[in-house]
C-alpha cells in the first residue's frame, strides 16, 4: 500500500511511443504520481520492475504474444504491484483471463486520462477496481465460477475459519451485486468506514486477498447466491 506522503511509481509497458509518451504526458499532471520507467519489450519490462520496484505497471496486453502470462511473471518478480492490463478491445475471456493473472484492473485503450488516474490510485492503494467489472457482469461471475471449480483459490476454499455475521452476510451479498463501499453504506445508512471494517472481516473469515475471490468461496460454500 503507498503511503500518503509518497509518490506512486507506475511504469508504462507498451510497444507504440505515441501511446506511452501520451499516458506518461497525462499521468505527469497528477501530483501523486511519477513515471519511473517506459518500455516496449518484455525483457525491459522485466528488468524495470527489478530495479525500480514499482507501486502499479500499465501492462500493453499486446506486448508479447501472451500478455496475461507476462502479467503473471511480472507478479511473481514483485508480488506486491499492481497489474493493470490494457486492452484494445475488453472482453469477458479477457476479464477471466486478467482475474486468472491476478491483474489489479482490466481496462480499454480508450480509457480517459482521469478514470485511468483513478484505477491507478485504487490499485496502489491496494484495491482491486478489476472487481468492479467482474461483480458488475452476473453472466461473467457464473462463467467464473463454473471454470474455477478446479482451480485453486488458497486454503480460504477448503477451510471456513469463522462464521459470517448477519450483518457481514448482508455486506457480502452486496458487494457480489456489484455495489461499491460506498454506495453499501449509503443503503445500509452507515459510515463507509464501518463498511471497509465488515469488508476486512469477512476477507479475513473466508481467508481472501481481494473481493472477488471472498464471492468466490462464499458462492461455492453456499454462503451467498449470485441469483
Known amino acids: 500500500m503507498v503511503m500518503p506522503d509518497r509518490k506512486i ?7 507504440q511511443p505515441l501511446f506511452r509518451q501520451g499516458v506518461s504526458f497525462y499521468l ?6 511519477v513515471i519511473c520507467a ?22 500493453d496486453i499486446s506486448l508479447t504474444s501472451d500478455g496475461m502470462d ?7 518478480h514483485v508480488s506486491s504491484v499492481a497489474v493493470i492490463v490494457i486492452s484494445p478491445s475488453p472482453n469477458d475471456e479477457g476479464l477471466f483471463l486478467a482475474i486468472k493473472a491476478r491483474a489489479a484492473g482490466y481496462v480499454s485503450r480508450n480509457i ?9 490510485r485504487r490499485a496502489a492503494s491496494g484495491e482491486y477496481p478489476l472487481n468492479d467489472t467482474f461483480l458488475s457482469q452476473p453472466r461473467v ?23 459470517l455475521t448477519p450483518r457481514e452476510t448482508e455486506i457480502l451479498n452486496y458487494m457480489a451485486k456489484g455495489y461499491l463501499n460506498k454506495q ?10 464501518t463498511i471497509k471494517n465488515h469488508v476486512t472481516s469477512i476477507l479475513r473469515k473466508l481467508d481472501a486477498n481481494a473481493r472477488t475471490q471472498a464471492v468466490v468461496t462464499a458462492v461455492r460454500r453456499g454462503i451467498i447466491s449470485l441469483s
Open 9 to 15: 511509481k507506475v511504469i508504462i509497458a507498451d510497444q
Open 28 to 33: 505527469g499532471q497528477a501530483p501523486d504520481i
Open 38 to 59: 517506459e518500455v516496449s519489450t518484455e525483457g525491459d519490462l522485466v528488468n524495470a520492475v527489478m530495479s525500480e520496484t514499482p507501486d502499479v505497471v500499465l501492462l
Open 70 to 76: 507476462l502479467a503473471r511473471v511480472v507478479k511473481q
Open 112 to 120: 480517459s486520462s482521469d478514470e485511468l488516474i483513478t484505477i491507478i
Open 141 to 163: 461471475a457464473a462463467q467464473v465460477l463454473e471454470q474455477f471449480q478446479d482451480f485453486s483459490w488458497g486454503k480460504g476454499v477448503e477451510t471456513f475459519v469463522s462464521p
Open 184 to 193: 453499501i453504506a449509503s443503503m445500509l445508512d452507515i459510515s463507509e468506514q
